[in-house]
């Protein structure tokens, strides 16, 4: 069986469009069972009740931590006798071939890519420092719960995720590579994630948007 955890705080707006996504690349695997499991973390909101209606499991926590949220649905869908462990976001939206992909890889872990889709939210220059810094190709050293896959055995192997309020996926790889685990940096998988503002996790994604654009407007008042 394969296991998804979805850690989401108030995810409500965007969490239902996430799951169909994952929904499409369950179908797609073909006869290997897929347990999707929405950890629900301090939310105040529908995120819970929206992921029960379209069929998944959910477990409330009230860590207020993505690491937290992350090991626990990761301890949860191992009680249940996930061999393979897909790791993305709320505000994301998976390929059909998310979870096929990273099993075809036959590594000890999947590191895959991100694209965004709208940057509506923020001005021209900030999408511009995303695509200059992003390494959109196999063998890039980009790390994101986003779009994670690790082995069952490994992940026990390299302790599993810290309770940290951010970088938790950092910590899970290093650890990885310390156990000399195979990983699998490629460009596909790619998820389609948000560039919303507003961050759920500090230095996050949407932490390194908004100081991106905090960066260009310090430099206009300096130039003035």
Same mark, same amino acid.
């Given at each position: 069986?394969? !296991?998804?955890?979805? *850690?989401?705080?108030?995810?409500?707006?965007?969490?239902? #469009?996430?799951?169909?996504?994952?929904?499409?690349?369950?179908?797609?695997?073909?006869?290997?069972? @897929?347990?999707?499991?929405?950890?629900?973390?301090?939310?105040?909101?529908?995120?819970?009740?929206?992921?029960?209606?379209?069929?998944?499991?959910?477990?409330?926590?009230?860590?207020?931590?993505? #690491?937290?949220?992350?090991?626990?649905?990761?301890?949860?869908?191992?009680?249940?006798?996930?061999?393979?462990?897909?790791?993305?976001?709320?505000?994301?939206?998976?390929?059909?071939?998310?979870?096929?992909?990273?099993?075809?890889?036959?590594?000890?872990?999947?590191?895959?890519?991100?694209? @965004?889709?709208?940057?509506?939210?923020?001005?021209?220059?900030?999408?511009?420092?995303?695509?200059?810094?992003?390494?959109?190709?196999?063998?890039?050293?980009?790390?994101?719960?986003?779009?994670? !896959?690790?082995?069952?055995?490994?992940?026990?192997?390299?302790? #599993?995720?810290?309770?940290?309020?951010?970088?938790?996926?950092?910590?899970?790889?290093?650890?990885?590579?310390?156990?000399?685990?195979?990983?699998?940096?490629?460009?596909?998988?790619?998820?389609?994630?948000?560039?919303?503002?507003?961050?759920?996790? *500090?230095? !996050?994604?949407?932490?390194?948007?908004?100081?991106?654009?905090?960066?260009?407007?310090?430099?206009?008042?300096?130039?003035?």
């Amino acid at each position: 069986m394969i !296991g998804v955890c979805i *850690p989401a705080h108030d995810e409500a707006e965007g969490i239902a #469009g996430c799951l169909r996504s994952v929904r499409r690349a369950a179908d797609d695997l073909g006869d290997e069972p @897929v347990l999707v499991v929405v950890v629900a973390d301090a939310c105040g909101d529908d995120t819970g009740a929206i992921a029960r209606r379209m069929g998944c499991e959910v477990l409330r926590v009230e860590a207020r931590c993505v #690491g937290a949220a992350r090991a626990a649905g990761a301890e949860w869908l191992l009680r249940h006798g996930c061999r393979w462990l897909c790791f993305t976001d709320a505000d994301t939206q998976v390929p059909p071939d998310w979870i096929a992909r990273q099993l075809g890889y036959a590594s000890d872990a999947v590191c895959g890519t991100i694209g @965004v889709g709208d940057w509506l939210d923020h001005p021209v220059h900030v999408a511009e420092a995303f695509r200059s810094h992003y390494q959109n190709r196999d063998g890039h050293r980009h790390i994101h719960g986003a779009n994670l !896959g690790v082995s069952s055995i490994a992940y026990r192997r390299a302790g #599993g995720f810290a309770p940290l309020p951010a970088h938790e996926d950092v910590g899970l790889v290093h650890a990885l590579l310390a156990q000399q685990a195979q990983i699998a940096w490629v460009c596909q998988p790619r998820v389609m994630t948000s560039a919303r503002r507003i961050a759920r996790a *500090p230095e !996050g994604f949407a932490a390194w948007l908004n100081a991106r654009a905090a960066e260009a407007f310090v430099s206009i008042d300096l130039s003035a």
